[in-house]
């Protein structure tokens, strides 16, 4: 569509998650209008973040250094490890500022047709934490999709011969939500979480 450097632009942008075509040629002309210093700057940035982005050496989240801010902070339980998929996860259920355990993130989900399998993800690593003893309860905050409900019942099965109390988020309707707009997985774990009240 556009000629030479500009339709790679467009193209390494679309490669993005979230981000369309039509998106990704937005923020290739936004780019373009930019002066050249800003652009240099996101771009050393990018650079800068590629260099000095790992993950910790323990939970598997992104950190500056081999161990995280989170795992090296002595105030934290170790009797509780939330289990999610991605590093961005722990950052959703840091944000509610209720947590006070330890995070272990898998690096995604059981995906068969995205060829993902159980020993693609960091899951001998979890193994291996929950064997030290220390940990007493296992949260599964994984996502509430068929992977992550997948990795969830595969976790669960592993889990289950350790001496360890497996629980999962719940879920179900949102509030202020209808039941007509539900889908079925979601008014299905509403049905089945449900409480007295």
């Given at each position: 569509?556009?000629?030479?450097?500009?339709?790679?632009?467009?193209?390494?942008?679309?490669?993005?998650?979230?981000?369309?075509?039509?998106?990704?040629?937005?923020?290739?002309?936004?780019?373009?209008?930019?002066?050249?210093?800003?652009?240099r700057?996101?771009?050393?940035?990018?650079?800068e973040?590629?260099?000095?982005?790992?993950?910790?050496?323990?939970?598997?989240?992104?950190?500056?250094?081999?161990?995280?801010?989170?795992?090296?902070?002595?105030?934290?339980?170790?009797?509780?490890?939330?289990?999610?998929?991605?590093?961005?996860?722990?950052?959703?259920?840091?944000?509610?500022?209720?947590?006070?355990?330890?995070y272990?993130?898998?690096?995604?989900?059981?995906?068969?047709?995205?060829?993902?399998?159980?020993?693609?993800?960091?899951?001998?690593?979890?193994?291996?934490?929950?064997?030290?003893?220390?940990?007493?309860?296992?949260?599964?905050?994984?996502?509430?999709?068929i992977?992550?409900?997948?990795?969830?019942?595969?976790?669960?099965?592993?889990?289950?011969?350790?001496?360890?109390?497996?629980?999962?988020?719940a879920?179900?309707?949102?509030?202020?939500?209808?039941?007509?707009?539900?889908?079925?997985?979601?008014?299905?774990?509403?049905?089945?979480?449900?409480?007295?009240?």
């Open positions: 569509m556009f000629e030479g450097v500009v339709q790679d632009l467009v193209d390494e942008l679309g490669t993005l998650p979230g981000i369309g075509p039509k998106s990704a040629q937005r923020i290739a002309f936004h780019l373009l209008d930019r002066d050249e210093e800003s652009v700057r996101l771009a050393d940035v990018l650079i973040v590629k260099e000095k982005v790992r993950f910790c050496e323990i939970c598997g989240g992104i950190s500056e250094t081999e161990i995280c801010r989170i795992c090296s902070d002595a105030r934290r339980s170790n009797d509780i490890i939330c289990v999610v998929e991605e590093s961005k996860d722990v950052f959703a259920i840091e944000r509610l500022r209720e947590f006070r355990g330890r272990h993130v898998l690096g995604g989900a059981i995906d068969p047709i995205g060829g993902v399998g159980p020993d693609d993800l960091r899951i001998s690593e979890l193994m291996q934490r929950i064997a030290k003893g220390e940990t007493d309860e296992v949260i599964l905050a994984l996502d509430p999709n992977e992550g409900e997948a990795t969830s019942s595969y976790l669960a099965r592993m889990l289950g011969a350790q001496d360890v109390k497996v629980t999962r988020l879920s179900g309707l949102p509030v202020g939500g209808d039941l007509d707009y539900a889908d079925e997985m979601t008014l299905g774990r509403a049905f089945l979480g449900r409480r007295s009240i």
